[in-house]
């Protein structure tokens, strides 16, 4: 199979694996496109996140940064509408029905359920970003000193990680 | 329709400017209509964001409305990330834009830290919810685990330990 029709694949298969959340995927997503196919290392992975993060929108996007550097402006397209298109039309079908099934106590049950799984997924996201975000003293420091600042609400999150860029710069992270 | 396409174009597609600018500011919907909606989008497969949007475009304006809700929160944000990525892989980095780039993505790992407990709080409210989360977590994380391997095994069990009937 060629390597678009992968990445498609890839991605579509992705975005079924989203649930509660983005973040949650970012493991599986890091194994498929750095470890598995190659499209990019692992340090472009991150950043690509970063980016995405910093753009607005569905932090998803990240699949088309992905999808740009393995096969150009195509290939982000793609990405996207692979890890878009199909569960978008899934949600327009379910929440045409939702309001007859949410009265049903499997649905509730499922409510329930999925929420402590997908925090698990979430915290095993934030994980993996860090094991190659954070590599030395300093990018530690900076992810410490970021998330008390964010906790305690003293500035707006895009204001922190612009900062926190301008000090890597200073300081050579 | 134009004018719901600019608000969500601009509030960087987050569920709480939704919240902010359909609920509190325009008073379209109510607040327990977008908690439904929001559920709903967290338990669907598929990116959250986008999920959410189609279902307040849906509640809203039909099918119509879930279309241009989906191009609203997608499509800026496309166009800034491929702008970016063209730099990115187009120049090559020089060393002072890739401490800066450090920078940002340790800073962006502390900010979804701080998220991810704010959201966990009101969930993990009982052992059952902290095991599974928990079980997840390790398997996914540094186990390394394949997601959607784990995602069906605990996700079964998860819906059977919540069945309904079982105490909360």
């Given at each position: 199979?060629?390597?678009?029709?992968?990445?498609?694949?890839?991605?579509?298969?992705?975005?079924?694996?989203?649930?509660?959340?983005?973040?949650?995927?970012?493991?599986?997503?890091?194994?498929?496109?750095?470890?598995?196919?190659?499209?990019?290392?692992?340090?472009?992975?991150?950043?690509?996140?970063?980016?995405?993060?910093?753009?607005?929108?569905?932090?998803?996007?990240?699949?088309?940064?992905?999808?740009?550097?393995?096969?150009?402006?195509?290939?982000?397209?793609?990405?996207?509408?692979?890890?878009?298109?199909?569960t978008s039309?899934?949600t327009?079908?379910?929440?045409?029905?939702?309001?007859?099934?949410?009265?049903?106590?499997?649905?509730?049950?499922?409510?329930?359920?999925?929420?402590?799984?997908?925090?698990?997924?979430?915290?095993?996201?934030?994980?993996?970003?860090?094991?190659?975000?954070?590599?030395?003293?300093?990018?530690?420091?900076?992810?410490?000193?970021?998330?008390?600042?964010?906790?305690?609400?003293?500035?707006?999150?895009?204001?922190?990680?612009?900062?926190?860029?301008?000090?890597?710069?200073?300081?050579?992270? | 329709?134009?004018?719901?396409?600019?608000?969500?174009?601009?509030?960087?597609?987050?569920?709480?400017?939704?919240?902010?600018?359909?609920?509190?500011?325009?008073?379209?919907?109510?607040?327990?209509?977008?908690?439904?909606?929001?559920?709903l989008a967290q338990?669907l497969p598929g990116p959250n964001v986008s999920n959410l949007a189609i279902a307040?475009?849906?509640?809203?304006?039909?099918?119509?409305?879930?279309?241009?809700?989906?191009?609203?929160?997608?499509?800026?944000?496309?166009?800034?990330?491929?702008?970016?990525?063209?730099?990115?892989?187009?120049?090559?980095?020089?060393?002072?834009?890739?401490?800066?780039?450090?920078?940002?993505?340790?800073?962006?790992?502390?900010?979804?830290?701080?998220?991810?407990?704010?959201?966990?709080?009101?969930?993990?409210?009982?052992?059952?919810?902290?095991?599974?989360?928990?079980?997840?977590?390790?398997?996914?994380?540094?186990?390394?685990?394949?997601?959607?391997?784990?995602?069906?095994?605990?996700?079964?069990?998860?819906?059977?330990?919540?069945?309904?009937?079982?105490?909360?």
């Amino acid at each position: 199979m060629s390597d678009v029709v992968w990445m498609a694949w890839t991605f579509l298969w992705l975005s079924v694996l989203c649930v509660g959340g983005g973040v949650g995927v970012i493991p599986e997503m890091q194994r498929q496109v750095v470890a598995n196919h190659q499209w990019v290392t692992a340090r472009e992975f991150v950043d690509g996140y970063t980016l995405a993060q910093l753009t607005p929108g569905p932090n998803m996007l990240v699949a088309a940064f992905v999808g740009y550097r393995a096969h150009g402006v195509p290939g982000a397209l793609l990405a996207t509408v692979a890890m878009f298109l199909p569960t978008s039309l899934l949600t327009v079908v379910v929440a045409d029905r939702w309001q007859r099934w949410r009265g049903h106590g499997w649905a509730a049950a499922a409510e329930r359920a999925l929420a402590p799984v997908g925090m698990g997924l979430m915290a095993a996201g934030v994980y993996t970003l860090a094991d190659s975000a954070l590599h030395d003293a300093l990018t530690v420091a900076l992810a410490f000193v970021a998330a008390l600042t964010l906790a305690s609400r003293w500035a707006p999150p895009m204001l922190v990680v612009v900062l926190a860029g301008v000090t890597g710069w200073l300081l050579g992270a | 329709m134009f004018t719901w396409t600019g608000i969500l174009s601009i509030g960087g597609g987050r569920a709480a400017f939704f919240y902010e600018a359909l609920v509190v500011q325009r008073r379209w919907l109510r607040t327990d209509e977008f908690m439904q909606d929001y559920t709903l989008a967290q338990l669907l497969p598929g990116p959250n964001v986008s999920n959410l949007a189609i279902a307040l475009g849906h509640r809203l304006r039909g099918l119509g409305g879930a279309g241009w809700a989906l191009l609203a929160v997608i499509v800026p944000g496309l166009a800034v990330l491929l702008t970016l990525a063209t730099i990115y892989f187009g120049r090559g980095l020089a060393p002072a834009t890739v401490s800066l780039m450090h920078g940002m993505s340790a800073a962006v790992v502390g900010l979804l830290l701080v998220t991810s407990v704010r959201l966990m709080r009101p969930v993990l409210v009982n052992a059952r919810a902290v095991v599974i989360a928990a079980a997840t977590f390790a398997a996914v994380g540094p186990l390394r685990l394949n997601t959607a391997l784990v995602l069906l095994v605990s996700a079964a069990l998860s819906v059977w330990l919540h069945r309904p009937g079982s105490r909360a």
